[in-house]
């Protein structure tokens, strides 16, 4: 059962931020409302003041240049994101991660922002955002503060998102050419969570050269989106072979703190973890090598 509470919707940044300060002992925000509401309905939360920023246009964008990258307001939708053309031309991986989030209905409303600031360790858009090398910038009443994606994740749904403040934006960095990024998820039934999400991005030096640099960012293998960095270690200046995929596959693997839920033993999610690597690894490797 909801409790009762007081419900405004702010039209502005501004406005909303007022809000938080004013009301900062008890609310939350809303966007979509496609986590909060499941956590309202089954009462783990009881907010006295429900401040719904879904109605803030300014926060609602696709923009894109060769210099700053692509920047993507907090409140667009997954919907927004898989099917927008700059997206699926330039950061296709992004639009291929959107396509297997949750189902349309759930993509047409949910937001970007609501997935990340709601901290849920399978959540699909945080390891590709790392893989990317993406950051955010979150919004307070008295300015704003700029962080890596990968460091946003502190806990088990938890953020490093202060009383007060908002998400605002995501950015990701033009992606450099010779340059591969793939991203997969198991799960049992099609559109749900990931039991486990895989995302991996390879830089060469040339089409046929070695690897200048890799992200290997792993979900719902620990209490956060984590990178593999003795994974990449491997990889890093190495021309990569299957073979060193599949090393570095067995090494992510030990990086991993998973945990046994009713989908999956924490074992199982490591076999996953050596299974995934290797293979989201080598799609990222022949994307690298694409003219
Ligand atoms: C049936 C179903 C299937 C799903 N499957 C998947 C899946 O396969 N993969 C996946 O990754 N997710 C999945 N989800 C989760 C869901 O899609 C996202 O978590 C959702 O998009 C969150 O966005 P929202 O706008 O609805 O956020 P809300 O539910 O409104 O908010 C979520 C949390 O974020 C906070 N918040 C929202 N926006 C901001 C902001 N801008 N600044 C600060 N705090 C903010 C809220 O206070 C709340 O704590 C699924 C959800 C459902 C209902």
Redesign the pocket.
């Known amino acids: 059962m909801i409790n009762d509470f007081e419900y405004f919707a702010p039209k502005t940044l501004k406005e909303a931020l007022k809000l938080l300060d004013q009301y900062r002992d008890d609310y939350?925000?809303?966007?979509?409302?496609?986590?909060?509401?499941?956590?309202m309905r089954q009462g783990l939360?009881k907010p006295e003041h429900l401040i719904d920023?879904?109605g803030i246009s300014e926060?609602n964008y696709i923009k894109s240049d060769y210099k700053k990258g692509l920047r993507i307001g907090?409140?667009t939708?997954?919907r927004t994101i898989e099917k927008s053309p700059v997206i699926r031309k330039s950061f296709g991986v992004l639009a291929e991660m959107e396509n297997?989030?949750?189902?349309i209905?759930?993509?047409n409303?949910?937001?970007?922002?609501?997935?990340?600031?709601?901290?849920?360790p399978?959540?699909?858009?945080?390891p590709v955002l790392i893989a990317l090398n993406a950051t955010l910038t979150?919004a307070g009443i008295h300015g704003e503060r700029n962080m890596l994606v990968e460091d946003f994740f502190l806990d088990y749904f938890e953020?490093a998102?202060e009383h007060g403040?908002?998400?605002?934006e995501i950015q990701v960095p033009t992606i450099l050419p010779n340059t591969g990024t793939a991203y997969t998820?198991f799960?049992v039934i099609e559109?749900?969570?990931?039991v486990v999400?895989v995302a991996v991005s390879i830089h060469l030096t040339s089409k046929e050269g070695q690897c200048e640099d890799v992200r290997i960012a792993l979900?719902n293998s620990a209490p956060k989106p984590i990178r593999a960095k003795k994974a990449e270690e491997l990889l890093r200046g190495k021309k990569i072979t299957d073979h060193l995929l599949k090393e570095a596959g067995e090494i992510a693997s030990t990086e991993t703190e998973p945990v046994s839920d009713i989908h999956a033993s924490a074992e199982y999610r490591q076999e996953l973890v050596k299974v995934l690597v290797k293979r989201v690894g080598t799609e990222a490797l022949s994307r690298a090598k694409k003219p």
């Open positions: 939350k925000v809303i966007a979509g409302g496609q986590s909060l509401l499941i956590m939360i920023i879904k926060l907090a409140l939708t997954h297997r989030l949750a189902s209905q759930t993509r409303w949910g937001s970007i922002g609501g997935n990340l600031c709601h901290g849920d399978a959540g699909d858009p945080a979150i953020t998102l403040e908002l998400l605002s998820k799960n559109s749900d969570m990931a999400g979900a």
